[in-house]
């Protein structure tokens, strides 16, 4: 089984997304942590998360996925964007205690001239910073478009990233389809070599989640830009192999196309008829 969703608003709390994601059909959702443009989180409401986590106990959602504001840039040259994010980071997961068992997703960072080696060293130091020993959320690393000096282009730098890190069994990874499309990772024609490529550097136990998303530029552009399903050169027939692709099912596909929450909800009733016509 999959889990199908898509990033919902977190603006009335835990209860109110799960709430909308079984109106629009969808059994996870992503959120965003606080503004994605950064600024600080709002207080924390513990019985609405407990009533998030009983749902999740039911059996109505399943794990579900916070993603760490854009402004956040963990390998930052400047000393002062790196502790915004330390900060950041360690706040977040903080609250997420509340929610245990589900998933913190970030984008690994830009090192901004500093280099590759050197951008991998300082988000590997910045996780070992902000997880904490006892750790009910799983971080998951993102991979990245490879646009401009962006850290997890390749498999290698995200294995390189997890490699450093002092825990290296509280992280995994969150494939996005768009950015390894454009990274070069050709999913159209070659799903399984792409995952074979995964599973041998990474392994595909370290994979805990999807993106699915269509792509606005032809594989390889490293531009990284969001296309609904079916309108991009990824293309509907290469997403249905994926949400259907026997290596990567019980992990949360959530959408981030450039949607509405009815657009969201086309797409995932979409996927459901074609999975379930076995398309």
């Known amino acids: 089984m999959v889990y199908f969703g898509c990033h919902l608003s977190s603006s009335k709390g835990f209860f109110a997304m799960a709430e ?10 992503q959120f965003f942590t606080r503004n994605p443009r950064g600024g600080k989180a709002k207080p924390m409401d513990e019985q609405d998360a407990a009533k998030l986590a009983a749902v999740q106990t039911a059996g109505v959602l399943g794990p579900v996925i916070a993603h760490a504001p854009y402004t956040i840039n963990p390998c930052s040259m400047e000393e002062r964007t790196r502790e915004f994010a330390l900060q950041t980071m360690t ?5 997420l205690e509340h929610i245990p068992g589900n998933f913190y ?11 590759t080696e050197k951008g991998i060293e300082l988000t590997a130091k910045t996780l070992d ?6 750790c009910g959320t799983t971080v998951l690393l993102e991979t990245m478009a490879g646009k401009g000096s962006e850290i997890g282009g390749s498999f290698e730098e995200l294995r390189e990233i997890l490699d450093r890190v002092r825990h290296p069994e509280k992280l995994g990874v969150c494939l996005d389809t768009c950015h390894v499309h ?3 990772y050709d999913i159209v ?3 399984d070599g792409v995952l074979t490529a995964f599973d041998a550097v990474i392994g595909l136990d370290r994979l805990k989640a999807l993106h699915i998303n269509d792509s606005m530029n032809p594989c390889g552009a490293r531009k990284d ?7 991009g050169h990824i293309g509907l027939e290469a997403v249905i192999r994926i949400a259907t692709h026997p290596a990567l ?9 450039p949607n509405e929450l009815d657009g969201y909800e086309k797409e995932i009733k979409l996927l459901r008829e074609r999975i379930g016509a076995g398309l």
């Open 91 to 95: 706040d977040d997961l903080l609250r």
């Open 249 to 257: 099912q019980g992990r949360p596909m959530v959408l981030e196309t």
């Open 225 to 231: 830009r969001h296309e609904k399903l079916g309108q």
């Open 182 to 184: 454009d990274a070069g």
């Open 20 to 29: 909308t994601a079984r109106r629009i059909d969808a059994d996870t959702f």
């Open 105 to 115: 997703n970030f984008h690994p960072g830009s090192h901004v001239g500093q280099g």
């Open 129 to 134: 910073a902000v997880i904490p020993e006892q």
């Open 189 to 191: 024609n070659d799903l």
